[in-house]
């Protein structure tokens, strides 16, 4: 079988088991490609049924507003039901703080908006776009990762997984993490998106916006990034290769407005994808520590 | 181009992770700012080179204590194939991860240390990937440049581990001599070892072929969600969700559907794209019959002719994957593809020791020890012997109090 065939039919085959064994899942929806993708491997696990789980949207409210209007074409053509949480919400609950100077984001801030949806809407299980490939602490998170009651990941206490068997069962207060993507590299991901004429939102496809150069990388002039005077605003074309954040999301020059341009530009890249992502940066650990706050 | 998933075995010391890693960067699946981050690591070899070891150590107390704790999967391609590496812990205090990473691959890498020859640990890898069926092993004889890259040190393993393979009934091994650190038979053919006439491993992996057989098994159709979408033009539909777990359907087939025994035909194959005549191993699909019967997730559809075994007694051999012992007195849950009953674990037949192959009486029976067990479920399971159809074969354990998975089953028979 062809690997993207037999990746859709692994990804199929979880989601399904998601049906299964779940009684009030979720799709977590960032508006990213890799959301983008399971929302379509969700209409080919479940057409012309509805479908079993509601769409979940944590709002950072810095999105690109690209993504936001994306998102609400495409769930009106899905005719499926959208929950968005907002971290602004969080922000004035005094849940959270606002971070300050330079390089503040919301990123950080959303894991205890995520927390809290989670348990407003009662999920058992969320699905989400994350890939092995992406990080070295994603590379050994199972497909079906149980959080504890406060979100956290414990990767020593990790349950075997074995075969095409995927255990679920949960206490009262835990949730499972559902990765059905996992096996899957960013090439496969875009080698599929041309494959099934997925539509993107735009900031995947070059196009020209205000910049400025922070840490060595290129990030979108916005409302959103404290600026001060040493930030210099040049205009560049530039696409984004991951969407998150504006605040945490670097652009790459490049002047390629077509799939096929864009998938031989990553396939001969010599940077990963989440080099784009500030939010990485951090230290060694960034994403196992805050795997095990209760991240995605 | 297709899949091939395999798995690393070996420990620490025999270069297991600066093999893979020698893999990564010989075939540049390496990125620049991966680099970089092995560049700033502390870690470096003895002569102040980069340590690609590394490269697979994901966790914090992994890079710290320089070992693999759990199953990493790393990812890469060439032009003929896409990679999926289960690198997995070799020391038998890991025997679980092992068996884990085992159970999802095609292929077994068992690393041997050119200066020790066949030891206890090759004896259990190799075990352990007899016991999960692999369908192919690869010897490396790893650190060939710290015996002068010496024909006769190989053919002397070759020959010692030759009848292990014979014992084990490891059908498919190939050898090779290597040097991962030197990266001598890993990508390109060695210049050192001009006696070796075999391919790399790297284009070994790349053209050895796979799942060949996997479509001439009897054909399994576990279903996993019953699509009703009740709307006004879809007020009949009623469609059998689920990925075939091994062999073809066609339409028109008669099939039966586990355990109830009821008969019917197929009427119609399909997916999101459109209506297919047949489908394989390893396809998801929607699968819709002539007949109205009752089926629900958890039963089985399968081809008329060549039927599964339906029992609720049966002969399993077990690893043990919980800190907490095996109780003979409790009721745990097995999941079987989708269907998840509960179970008592009857009686432990004997235990393998898995460094000597002996059988041995057992009344305890802990992490990662291995043996034969009789289970008794309250529904009936409709399986393939593990050993002739694995895609059927395979199941867990479930502790009911702490909804942790406890075992892995390879079914054999039923009592």
Redo the contacts between chains.
């Keep these: 079988m062809d690997y993207l065939d037999q990746l859709e039919a692994e990804a199929i085959a979880i989601l399904r088991e998601v049906a299964g064994q779940f009684e009030k899942p979720a799709l977590l929806f960032s508006g990213g490609k890799d959301s983008i993708t399971l929302v379509k491997l969700a209409e080919k696990a479940f057409r012309p049924g509805k479908f079993p789980f509601p769409l979940v949207h944590i709002d950072t409210g810095h999105n690109f507003p690209e993504t936001i209007e994306f998102r609400d074409k495409l769930v009106a053509q899905l005719g499926e039901k959208l929950i968005v949480g907002y971290v602004q919400d969080s922000i004035d609950q005094g849940k959270v703080i606002e971070q300050t100077g330079k390089n503040a984001s919301r990123n950080a801030l959303q894991t205890v908006t995520l927390l809290d949806t989670i348990l407003e809407g009662k999920f058992d299980a969320c699905i989400g776009g994350a890939r092995r490939d992406e990080e070295k602490a994603r590379a050994k998170e199972r497909i079906f990762s149980v959080r504890d009651e406060f979100g956290q990941w414990d990767p020593k206490r990790q349950r075997p997984e074995l075969w095409n068997i995927y255990n679920g069962k949960i206490h009262k207060g835990e949730n499972v993490r559902v990765f059905p993507i996992s096996n899957w590299t960013e090439l496969d991901v875009w080698n599929y998106i041309k494959r099934e004429n997925i539509e993107l939102p735009s900031v995947y496809f070059a196009h020209e916006r205000d910049v400025i150069m922070r840490n060595g990388q290129w990030m979108a002039a916005s409302e959103y990034l404290n600026m001060d005077e040493e930030d210099i605003i040049t205009r560049k074309k530039v696409r984004f290769r991951t969407v998150g954040d504006m605040t945490c999301t670097a652009a790459v020059e490049s002047d390629k407005d077509q799939i096929d341009d864009i998938i031989l530009e990553i396939s001969q890249s010599k940077i990963s994808e989440r080099g784009a992502r500030m939010d990485d940066k951090v230290s060694e650990a960034a994403m196992e520590d805050r795997k095990k706050g209760g991240y995605f | 181009?297709?899949?091939l998933k395999f798995l690393t075995a070996g420990s620490v010391d025999d270069g297991k992770s600066t093999l893979i890693g020698r893999m990564l960067y010989d075939t540049e699946s390496i990125?620049?700012?991966?680099l970089e981050?092995i560049q700033n690591?502390s870690r470096k070899n003895d002569d102040g080179s980069i340590d690609l070891a590394i490269l697979t150590?994901?966790?914090?107390?992994e890079?710290e204590q320089g070992i693999t704790?759990?199953?990493?999967?790393?990812?890469f391609?060439t032009e003929k194939r896409?990679f999926?590496i289960a690198d997995t812990p070799g020391h038998i205090q890991y025997t679980?991860?092992m068996?884990?990473g085992a159970?999802?691959a095609d292929l077994a890498i068992i690393l041997i240390d050119a200066r020790k020859g066949v030891i206890e640990q090759t004896i259990r890898h190799s075990y352990l990937v007899s016991l999960l069926a692999l369908e192919h092993v690869v010897v490396c004889v790893n650190k060939m440049d710290m015996v002068d890259y010496s024909e006769e040190v190989f053919e002397k393993i070759h020959a010692d581990y030759h009848s292990l393979a014979v014992k084990l009934n490891l059908h498919e091994v190939t050898f090779i001599p290597v040097s991962a650190l030197k990266g001598d038979n890993i990508v390109n053919n060695s210049l050192n070892m001009p006696w070796y006439k075999g391919k790399s491993l790297l284009d070994h992996l790349e053209t050895v072929p796979v799942r060949e057989m996997d479509a001439l098994l009897p054909a399994r159709f576990p279903v996993?969600?019953v699509?009703?979408?009740q709307t006004e033009e879809?007020h009949d539909?009623r469609g059998y969700?689920?990925?075939v777990a091994s062999g073809a359907f066609k339409v028109g087939d008669t099939i039966k559907v586990l355990p109830s025994g009821m008969k019917s035909k197929i009427a119609k194959i399909e997916?999101?794209?459109g209506e297919h005549a047949i489908a394989?191993e390893?396809?998801?699909i929607t699968m819709h019959l002539e007949d109205e019967i009752d089926i629900s997730?958890g039963d089985m559809i399968s081809e008329a002719e060549r039927q599964p075994i339906v029992s609720n007694l049966i002969e399993a051999d077990i690893c043990w994957?919980d800190t907490r012992e095996l109780d003979i007195s409790a009721t745990y849950?097995i999941?079987?593809?989708?269907k998840l009953t509960r179970c008592k674990i009857q009686e432990i037949l004997y235990k393998v020791n898995i460094n000597t192959l002996e059988k041995v009486n057992a009344d305890a029976f802990g992490l990662n020890d291995i043996g034969r067990v009789e289970i008794k479920t309250a529904d009936e399971l409709a399986f393939d012997p593990y050993e002739t159809n694995?895609?059927n074969g395979?199941?867990?354990i479930?502790d009911s109090r702490t909804?942790?998975?406890v075992g892995?089953l390879m079914l054999r028979a039923a009592l």
């Design positions: 181009m297709d899949i990125l620049q700012d991966q981050a690591s150590d994901g966790l914090k107390a890079r704790i759990d199953v990493a999967y790393k990812y391609q896409k999926i679980r991860n068996v884990t159970s999802n996993q969600w699509i009703r979408p879809l539909y969700a689920g990925r997916t999101f794209d394989e390893g396809k998801s997730r994957m849950f999941q079987h593809n989708s694995k895609r395979g199941a867990i479930i909804n942790v998975t892995a």
